[in-house]
Structure formats: structure tokens, C-alpha cells
Nanobody
Framework: QVYVMESGGGLVQPGGSLELSCEAS????????MGWYRQVPGKQRELVAF?????STDYSDSAKARFTISRENRVSYLQMKRLKPEDTAVYYC???????????????WGQGTQVTVSS
């Protein structure tokens, strides 16, 4: 089994910064890409940023120039700067990994961490 845990959410004022962390743990045979998604009530979960195995990254248009995704081993970080009220959402970490003995690549999600941008 693969476990995904996010941390670092909270309340921040507009224009402020916040860093989220995501750690993958458990019986991991191989870990491929890791990414961050967010969701607000009534809307679909949307991509924020993703870092692929080779280090290449994808960002949503709203995240470009303000957010930076990075990864060190089994931990992914999302550095968020110049936050806006519309960034308020539950942020989820997604991990593409193969559990030991599974023989296949699966997608694993964390429980999410709330980010609220408000004065």
C-alpha cells in the first residue's frame, strides 16, 4: 500500500506565501510523477502543478509565475507566492506509484489540506 500525506495548509493574507508538502510512504516499488491539484465546492478538481519523473513540470495558467513545484525523493513541495483569494481551495497531492508486488502503476491521493487566502 502507498500512503500520501499533505501538510502546510492554512490561512494566509492576500499577497502572502505558503509552502505545501506531500510525502509518499509505504511499500513503494517505484515512484513516478507527483503533483498538486485543488478543488473548491461545486467544481471539479483541477491541476495546479505536476512534476514528472525526469524533472519536467506542468503548471496551470493561474499557477505559472507564482507557484513552484519541486521534489526530493518521496517528498514534493509546492511553493506558493503572491497568493490571491481565488487560490482558496483544498489542495490535494497526487502520486503515481507502483506498490511493491503490485506489478502496475496506480494513482494515489492524499486527504487534502485547506488553503484559505483572506484578509
Amino acid at each position: 500500500q502507498v500512503y500520501v500525506m499533505e501538510s502546510g495548509g492554512g490561512l494566509v493574507q492576500p499577497g502572502g506565501s505558503l509552502e505545501l508538502s506531500c510525502e509518499a510512504s509505504g511499500n513503494i516499488y517505484s515512484l513516478n510523477g507527483m503533483g498538486w491539484y485543488r478543488q473548491v465546492p461545486g467544481k471539479q478538481r483541477e491541476l495546479v502543478a505536476f512534476i514528472h519523473t525526469g524533472g519536467s513540470t506542468d503548471y496551470s495558467d493561474s499557477a505559472k509565475a507564482r507557484f513552484t513545484i519541486s521534489r526530493e525523493n518521496r517528498v514534493s513541495y509546492l511553493q506558493m507566492k503572491r497568493l490571491k483569494p481565488e487560490d482558496t481551495a483544498v489542495y490535494y497531492c497526487k502520486v503515481n506509484a507502483a506498490a511493491s508486488g503490485s506489478g502496475r502503476l496506480d494513482v494515489y491521493w492524499g486527504q487534502g489540506t485547506q488553503v484559505t487566502v483572506s484578509s
